[in-house]
C-alpha cells in the first residue's frame, strides 16, 4: 500500500507517521489532528449478484445450509444478510417446496416434457453455469 493511498478518518488529511502496532495491524498517527488511526482490514467481498441470489433462495423457503450447499457461500453469511436487509420468512404450512439443480440440457428436456410442469407452481432461477428449479407442491 502506497503511503499517498491512506488518509486520516479524522481530518482526512494525508500527512501522518508510523506509529507502531495494534493487533498485528500497522498503526498510524495523523500530523495535523494528532488522531491514531489503523488502516481498515480487507475482507473477501461476495458478489452482489450472489447476495441477491441467496436472498430470493431464503424467501422461496430453502434453507440456510441447502443455500450454502447451492452457492458455495457460508449459511452464516446468508443469515447475516437476512439480519441486514431485515428479510421476513414467509411463514406458509399449505406448500412444500423442492428443488432440483440441473444443466441446460437436463433443463430443457424437463420443459419438453409438459408432465412435470403440471406438479405444482415452478420457477427456474440461474445459477451460474447451472438451473435450479423450485416446485411448490401442496403439502399431503
Known sequence: ???NEIACPNCDSHSYTKSGFVKGRQRYKCKNCNYNFSVAKKGREVDRKFVIKALQLYLEGVSYREIERILGISHVSVMNWVKRYNIPRLESDAYAPTYKLMNHSELLT???????LKEGTSMITDLGDKYMLITWQMKK
Open 110 to 116: 424437463f420443459i419438453i416434457n409438459r408432465e412435470n
Open 1 to 3: 500500500m502506497k503511503m
